[in-house]
C-alpha cells in the first residue's frame, strides 16, 4: 500500500472529474502509443488487464505504478484494448477488479476523499453523522433511495431495511458500509464505458496491437465470471422497456424499426445468439427470415462495417416513446444494460444463497440420519446382547 500512499487523489481514482481534466491536458491519442516513451503506460494497461482476469474481485493494489501519469492513463488504454479484444467477460471481470480495487483503496482514505466520490462522481445523497448506537459507530447518513438501489443486490440479514436505523427518510451506515455501496456504482460506471467504445475500437499502432495479441496468448482460457456467471438471465431479469417489445413480439404486433434495434441490440449485448434473436421475430405479420438476419447480424457486429451496436440509453428509450412509467420501476439506471446486471447480481445471490441452504439441510440431513443409523445400531448390539445373556 506504500505505493498507493505516494498517489495523488487522481491517480488513484480514474473516475473523479479532475482525473479527466490532468489527462486531457497531455494530450495523448490512441496514435501517441506508437513512441516508445509511453511503453510504460502500455505494460501498466496489459498489468491491469491481467490483474483483472486472474484475480477478479480479490485484486490488490500490488501493480500499481508511482508515476501518477503512468496510473491514470493506463486506465481509458485498458478499455481500448478490451475493446480490441472483444470478450464481454473480461469486460465484466475487468469492471469487476477496478471496483473492488477503489474500494479497498477508499478503506485507507479520509472522510474528505470518501464523500468526494460519493457526492461528486455518484450524486449519492450522503451526509456526515457521527453516532455510537448499540455498540455501532455510524459515521453517515444515506438518503433512502440511495440505500436501497445499493442494498437491495444483497442478501445478508444485516442490510434489510428492517434490521437498519431509518430516521426522517435516512439509513444509518458505517464508513466501511457507504464504501461497499459505493462499490456497485463504480462497476456500473465502468461497464457504462466500455458499453460506449465496444464494437468500434480504432485503429491501434504497432505496439498495442503486440500489446493485444500478448494479451490473448496470455489471458486465462476460461475466465470466471464471480459476479455475473455464465448463463444468461430471463425476461425477468430484463428492464420492463425491453419485456413490453418483448411481449408485443410475441403477441404478433408490428413494432417500430427503432423498437427492433433497441430490443435486438439488447439480446446481443447480454450474450444472446443471432439465432435466439431471431425466434423472437417469427411472430411478426411481415417476418421476412433472410432480412431479420441480416440486420441481426449487422447489429451484432457480423456484417457490414463489423461494429457491434450498443444499447440505446434510457433517455433515447423515453424520446422513442418506449420507457415503461417513466423509469420509476428502474432504479435510476441510465442504461437498460445496468438494469439487467444488477438484477442478474440479485439472481444469482439469490441461487447462491439457496444452494447454500439447501447444502446445509443437507448436511443437517445426514447427521440425522447417521445419529439415526448409530442409534439404531446400538440398540440392536444392546437387543442382541440382551438375547445372549
Known amino acids: 500500500m ?16 479532475e482525473s479527466r481534466e490532468y489527462l486531457a491536458k497531455h494530450g495523448l491519442t490512441i496514435e501517441s502509443f506508437a513512441d516508445p516513451v509511453y511503453s510504460r503506460i502500455v505494460e501498466r494497461a496489459k498489468a491491469r488487464i491481467l490483474d483483472a482476469a486472474n484475480y477478479g474481485d480479490n485484486i490488490g493494489p500490488w501493480n500499481l505504478s508511482d508515476d501518477e501519469l503512468v496510473e491514470l492513463a493506463s ?19 475487468f469492471a469487476l477488479a477496478e471496483s473492488s480495487l477503489a474500494v479497498k483503496l477508499l478503506e485507507g482514505e479520509g472522510e474528505e476523499v470518501v464523500l468526494k466520490i460519493a457526492r461528486e462522481v455518484f450524486g449519492m445523497d450522503v451526509r456526515v453523522e457521527k453516532r455510537t448506537i448499540s455498540g455501532i459507530e455510524y459515521d453517515y447518513s444515506l438518503g433512502l433511495k ?3 438501489r445499493g442494498a437491495l443486490l444483497f442478501n445478508k440479514p444485516e442490510w434489510k431495511l428492517v434490521n437498519r436505523i431509518v430516521e426522517r427518510g435516512r439509513v444509518l451506515v458505517t464508513s466501511h458500509e457507504l464504501i461497499r455501496l459505493m462499490k456497485d456504482r463504480i462497476m456500473d460506471y465502468v461497464l ?9 475500437p480504432p485503429k491501434l499502432p504497432k505496439p498495442l496491437e503486440d500489446a493485444v495479441k500478448e494479451l490473448r496468448e496470455n489471458l486465462p482460457k476460461n475466465l470466471i465470471e464471480i459476479e455475473l456467471g455464465s448463463e444468461l438471465g ?11 417489445i418483448r ?17 435486438a441490440s439488447f439480446l446481443i449485448n447480454i450474450g444472446m445468439k443471432p439465432e435466439e434473436v431471431l425466434s423472437l421475430y417469427a411472430n411478426r405479420p411481415d417476418f421476412d427470415a433472410r432480412i431479420a438476419r441480416y440486420q441481426v447480424e449487422h447489429i451484432a457486429g457480423l456484417r457490414g462495417s463489423r461494429t457491434r451496436y450498443t444499447t440505446p440509453s434510457c433517455s433515447t428509450m423515453r424520446t422513442n416513446g418506449l420507457c415503461v412509467k417513466g423509469g420509476e420501476l428502474c432504479g435510476g439506471v441510465r442504461n437498460p444494460l445496468t438494469y439487467y446486471r444488477r438484477a442478474m447480481r440479485r439472481k444469482l445471490k439469490l441461487d447462491k444463497d439457496k444452494a447454500e441452504v439447501g447444502r446445509e439441510r443437507g448436511e443437517a440431513g445426514g447427521e440425522a440420519m447417521r445419529e439415526a443409523r448409530d442409534e439404531g445400531g446400538n440398540a440392536a448390539a444392546e437387543g442382541q446382547s440382551d438375547n445372549t445373556r
Do not use: Q
Not at 457504462?192 to 468500434?200: C, S, T, V
Not at 411481449?247 to 430490443?263: D, I, Q, T
Open 2 to 17: 506504500e505505493t498507493a500512499r505516494r498517489l495523488s487523489i487522481r491517480a488513484k481514482y480514474p473516475f473523479l472529474p
Open 75 to 93: 486506465f481509458p488504454l485498458s478499455i481500448v484494448m478490451i475493446t480490441s479484444i472483444g470478450d464481454r467477460r473480461l469486460a465484466r471481470r
Open 146 to 148: 440511495d440505500y436501497l
Open 192 to 200: 457504462e464505458l466500455i458499453d460506449r467504445a465496444w464494437g468500434k
Open 234 to 244: 430471463g425476461p425477468e431479469t430484463w428492464p420492463p422497456c425491453m419485456r413490453a
Open 247 to 263: 411481449e408485443r413480439l410475441l403477441s404478433g404486433e408490428n413494432v417500430s424499426h427503432f423498437a427492433n434495434f433497441a430490443l
